[in-house]
């Protein structure tokens, strides 16, 4: 559409003029890239996406973010546990468009474990296991990953040479959130000739009930 006038002077000098107006009620745009394929994200968290090109504002969740040639990327807070998304984006001529992403659950907390392992031991191979979150998919011991299922998880690991030996946990949850702890177990040695010692303890049992029964004493080692 447009609109004409003219102008005149007191001399009777006149010109005329024409202005043409565009009437834009179209909404803009709006294409938004799809959200991890994960049951949780992080925060904060970036989303990205496309929009017409007149477009000169985008929020999400009332935070305002970038826009530049159509591509808009707006970084922003989410609540803990179960929330939405809403991303609005307004062009040029104030048309507004949005969209809404939800459910969208938000985890930031580590996962939680209990260990169950000898703190001392004189053998050579032994068993570091215990429960975890039930989200936990991957629980690794040094470079050695654990069996995990259901929240429980076990791994045999070797103590090659007596003394202390360290090792460090991680556990992460489906979010990628992780967990670390660092446990020591103890190998000693056996204690030389304690076959021999049992068995002269024995001896002396029975040397003991003898006496007292006035039997004959006997036995062997």
């Known amino acids: 559409m447009g609109a004409a006038g003219a102008a005149r002077d007191r001399v009777g000098n006149e010109d005329l003029w024409t202005v043409h107006v565009v009437l834009d009620l179209v909404p ?19 989303i990205g996406g496309t929009t017409s090109d007149d477009v000169v504002n985008v929020t999400a969740n009332g935070v305002e973010g970038e826009v530049e040639d159509g591509v808009l990327s707006v970084t922003f807070d989410l609540d803990e546990g179960t929330t939405s998304i809403v991303v609005e984006v307004r062009d040029a001529a104030g048309n ?27 053998r050579e191979r032994v068993t570091i296991k215990g429960t975890c979150s039930e989200d936990v998919v991957e629980v ?46 103890d190998r000693g040695e056996e204690v030389p000739g ?20 006035r039997g004959p004493l006997s036995g062997t080692i």
């Open 194 to 213: 304690a076959g021999t010692g049992l068995a002269l303890l024995g001896l002396a049992l029975v040397a003991v009930v003898a006496r007292r029964g």
């Open 28 to 46: 803009p745009t709006l294409v938004l890239d799809p959200v991890e394929d994960v049951p949780s994200i992080h925060r904060p968290f970036t």
């Open 140 to 185: 690794w011991v040094d470079l050695q990953q654990a069996t995990v299922e259901d929240g429980r998880f076990s791994i045999k690991v070797d103590l090659p040479r007596e003394g202390k030996h360290r090792f460090n946990l991680t556990f992460v949850d489906q979010a990628g959130n992780t967990a670390a702890k660092t446990i020591t177990i």
């Open 96 to 122: 507004v468009a949005s969209t809404t992403i939800s459910p969208i659950v938000v985890d930031t907390e580590p996962p939680t474990f209990k260990l169950d392992y000898p703190g001392t031991t004189d």
